[in-house]
């Protein structure tokens, strides 16, 4: 059973960057495809990309400009860099597996990750 | 930009009682690429069913998800007591994933 663990500081001040990785036991990170995913109390689920080992990414829109995404495969984890934060990007943050192509949901999640941005 | 609306907000209903939710796109969307996900507190969501009816591994067949064009039910046939959660229906296109707002179901 694939295992996915997020890491990375829970604490980021305004105008800086989170970086968070997710490290994956029991697969490849040069299989599937590999997303991050943000939850908070006042915008709910919101999908922030997903990234292949063939080089493919795709970001959503609202987040383009200030996102970035990288897997290592000697490690076996793949990462999320966010630029310029601010108080609006406090968020749990959750890495995950597609299914089998792109197209059919969030097959496997890990427990997730509390960032808060503040000064 | 699809918007997907849940309903109803809260469902209250018993143990053993048939729960049936609701997510409507705000345009018409294919239902190969409707998935349906069950969060419990302090977990992340698990993915029940995706291509709007296929259970994913591991899902019990109590679980059903049904519809097309706009309209998109999660049907459970007979609640147990862990199914009580919240529940949100997501789609994939225009190489974006849209997340509803969510449907909480409480013990009644």
Redesign the interface.
């Given at each position: 059973q694939v295992q996915l663990q997020e890491s990375g500081p829970g604490l980021v001040k305004p105008s800086e960057t989170l970086s968070l990785t997710c490290t994956v036991s029991n697969d490849s990170v040069s299989n599937y495809y590999w997303s991050w995913?943000r939850q908070s109390p006042g915008k709910?689920?919101?999908?922030i990309g997903y990234i292949h080992i063939s080089g493919n990414t795709?970001y959503?829109?609202s987040l383009k400009s200030r996102v970035n995404m990288s897997l290592d495969t000697s490690k076996n984890q793949f990462s999320l860099n966010l630029r310029s934060v601010t108080v609006a990007d406090t968020a749990l943050y959750?890495c995950?597996r597609l299914?089998p192509g792109?197209?059919?949901?969030?097959?496997h999640?890990?427990?997730?990750t509390l960032v808060t941005v503040s000064s | 930009e699809i918007v997907l609306t849940q309903s109803p907000g809260t469902l209250s209903l018993s143990p053993g009682e048939r729960a049936t939710l609701s997510c409507r796109a705000s345009q018409s969307v294919s239902n190969?690429?409707l998935?349906w996900?069950q969060q419990k507190p302090g977990?992340?969501?698990?993915?029940l069913i995706?291509?709007a009816s296929s259970r994913?591994?591991g899902i019990p067949d109590r679980f059903s998800g049904s519809g097309s064009g706009t309209d998109f039910t999660l049907t459970i046939s007979r609640l147990e007591p862990e199914d009580f959660a919240v529940y949100?229906c997501?789609w994939?296109g225009s190489?974006?994933?849209?997340?509803?707002?969510?449907t909480k179901l409480e013990i009644k």
């Open positions: 995913i709910g689920l919101e999908w795709n959503n829109p959750y995950a299914l792109v197209r059919f949901g969030f097959g999640w890990g427990q997730g | 190969y690429y998935a996900y977990q992340a969501p698990r993915l995706y291509a994913a591994t949100y997501q994939y190489s974006l994933y849209t997340f509803g707002q969510g």
